[in-house]
């Protein structure tokens, strides 16, 4: 028979216990790191009365559909432009426009363009980084009806 040296260590029930409670306890730290990083980097809110919003979408639908716009997002050495057309691929300059620029996770990038009117769009600087970002469009057309669009921009450079 072979002899095994004996190191004078004996695994015991307090030994486990302190592997589970060190094991479960970094894990659980980490989640509620996470967590508390997803919650306030991005609130998860697009609208403030999710109800209110519901029981009107249908007719605001409705309502962009007959406008039949096409708005387009484009980022260009540093500038970024946002094209209104109409169906018939006119450029279409509404009587209010509002615009945010932000990353689809992280509320805190939020950047609100000065755009204005260059004869065929709207226009402003705004460098932004490379990486996917969104545009959160709202316009109100001539007749009053309210316009909502979320528009994704990739950035490449």
């Keep these: ?12 029930g307090w030994h486990v216990l302190a592997g589970f409670v060190g094991f479960f306890g970094v894990i ?7 967590a508390s990083q997803a919650i306030g980097t991005f609130p998860g809110l697009e609208v403030d009365n999710t ?6 979408f249908n007719e605001r639908v409705a309502d962009q559909e007959r406008l039949g716009w096409v ?16 169906p018939a691929g006119q450029p279409v300059r509404p009587q209010e426009i509002h615009a945010v620029v ?16 260059n004869g065929t769009g709207f226009e402003a600087p705004l460098a932004l980084t490379e990486g996917k970002w969104i545009v959160r469009f709202s ?9 909502l669009q979320r528009l994704d921009l990739h950035v490449v450079r």
């Design 1 to 12: 028979m072979s002899e095994t040296a004996d190191t004078g260590f004996r695994l015991k």
């Design 28 to 34: 659980i730290s980490v989640n509620v790191y996470m």
């Design 51 to 56: 109800y209110v919003f519901s029981q009107e």
């Design 71 to 86: 708005v387009e997002a484009e980022d260009r050495d540093g500038w970024i432009t946002l094209t209104v057309t109409d």
């Design 102 to 117: 932000g990353r689809p996770t992280d509320s805190t990038d939020d950047l609100v363009p000065q755009l204005a009117w």
């Design 139 to 147: 316009a109100i057309a001539e007749d009053g009806t309210e316009f």
